[in-house]
Nanobody
Framework: QVQVEESGGGLVQAGGSLRLSCAAS????????MVWFRRAPGKEREFVAR????????YVADSVKGRFTISRDNAKNTVYLQMNSLKPEDTAVYYC???????????WGQGTQVTVSS
């Protein structure tokens, strides 16, 4: 079983920055890909960014490109989402999903709230 835990959310003014963390753990967990999603109030879940663990290949959504960066710490099985130049429309619950090598499905965290005030 894989445990996924997000942290780092909070309240920030527009133009500010936050860094979210997502730690994945499990006895046999070998990360393959980790993904950030978000869900704003009244909206559908939205893809934000992903990283392929071994190749460090990253991809971020157009809506956050140039402002958000995804990275990982291999030793800690942790992925980060650095969010700069935050806008009120970035307000959402941010979720992390992790998929291990050989796993068929993603494991999800509980989410962390990000609120950007104008």
């Amino acid at each position: 079983q894989v445990q996924v835990e997000e942290s780092g959310g909070g309240l920030v003014q527009a133009g500010g920055s936050l860094r979210l963390s997502c730690a994945a753990s499990g006895r046999t967990f070998d990360p393959y890909i980790m993904v950030w999603f978000r869900r704003a109030p009244g909206k559908e879940r939205e893809f934000v960014a992903r990283i392929v663990w071994s190749s460090l290949d990253t991809y971020v959504a157009d809506s956050v490109k140039g402002r958000f960066t995804i990275s990982r710490d291999n030793a800690k099985n942790t992925v980060y989402l650095q969010m700069n130049s935050l806008k009120p429309e970035d307000t959402a619950v941010y979720y992390c999903a992790a998929k291990g090598t050989g796993y068929e499905s993603y494991s999800w965290g509980q989410g962390t709230q990000v609120t950007v005030s104008s």
